[in-house]
């Protein structure tokens, strides 16, 4: 299973709208709804952002939303602040029943 | 909710790790548990899953045949064992709870340093 295609890099001014793409195929992001995203600061745990392609768990700032279009999903960032700089992964459900990670965007703001 | 995994680890190349993970704060067989490991410097990688309630485990092709991931419900602790070492595998291994069906890992462990070097 090869992992999802993300950019390498995204950024974007305080108060800018960013969004990143998570590409695959019809085998694992265009088969479910289960899309994940994840924002991992340096040295610290994943936190779950998104998960069934747009919802938000508890907590989250709905600043994120997330959405799909065939075999590519796509997590965005509206009103960009300082503490949105992270690393980003997506996540899908994938053959086999397992999951596949993207390969990660690096968000910086500007 | 809190997934509290194992200590870290140093193994030479060849040999097995074990690593665990203990959820509390919800009920241990009601979750998925799947792991999860990052390189230095790199992104996330799925290993596999176990649902807790009939030790039911699912690998990803990578690891299948080097992993073994098992449960004890009598403890609530659940196991990744990686056999054959290499370098390769030096990664944090998380571990991370999944309520079913929704494909979201919305709780995750503190992480278990693996190095493996000679």
């Known amino acids: 299973q090869s992992a999802l295609t993300q950019p390498a890099s995204v950024s974007g001014s305080p108060g800018q709208s960013i969004t990143i793409s998570c590409t695959g195929t019809?085998?694992?992001?265009?088969?479910?709804?289960?899309v994940s995203w994840y924002q991992q600061h340096p040295g610290k745990v994943p936190q779950l952002m998104i998960f069934?392609?747009?919802k938000r768990p508890s907590g989250v700032s709905d600043r994120f939303s997330g959405s799909k279009s065939a075999n590519m999903a796509s997590l965005t960032i509206s009103g960009l602040q300082a503490e949105d700089e992270a690393d980003y992964y997506c996540?899908?459900?994938?053959?086999?029943?397992?999951?596949?990670f993207g390969t990660g965007t690096k968000v910086t703001v500007l | 909710v809190q997934l509290v995994q194992s200590g870290a680890e140093v193994k030479n190349p060849g040999a097995s790790v074990r690593v665990s993970c203990t959820p509390s704060?919800?009920?241990?067989?009601?979750?998925?548990l799947h792991w999860v490991r990052q390189a230095p410097g790199h992104g996330l990688e799925y290993m596999g899953w176990?649902?807790?309630?009939?030790?039911?485990?699912n690998y990803a092709q990578k690891f299948s045949g080097r992993v073994t991931m098992t449960r004890d419900t009598s403890i609530t602790t659940a196991y990744m064992d990686l056999s054959r070492l290499t370098s390769d595998d030096t990664a944090v291994y998380y571990c991370?709870?999944?309520?079913?069906?929704?494909?979201?890992?919305?709780?995750w462990g503190q992480g278990t340093l693996v190095t493996v070097s000679s």
């Open positions: 704060g919800h009920t241990f067989t009601d979750y998925y």
């Open positions: 069934d392609v747009s």
């Open positions: 019809s085998s694992d992001v265009g088969s479910h709804n289960l």
């Open positions: 991370a709870r999944e309520p079913p069906g929704t494909g979201g890992f919305d709780s």
């Open positions: 996540c899908a459900h994938a053959g086999r029943d397992t999951y596949v």
């Open positions: 176990i649902h807790p309630n009939r030790g039911v485990t």
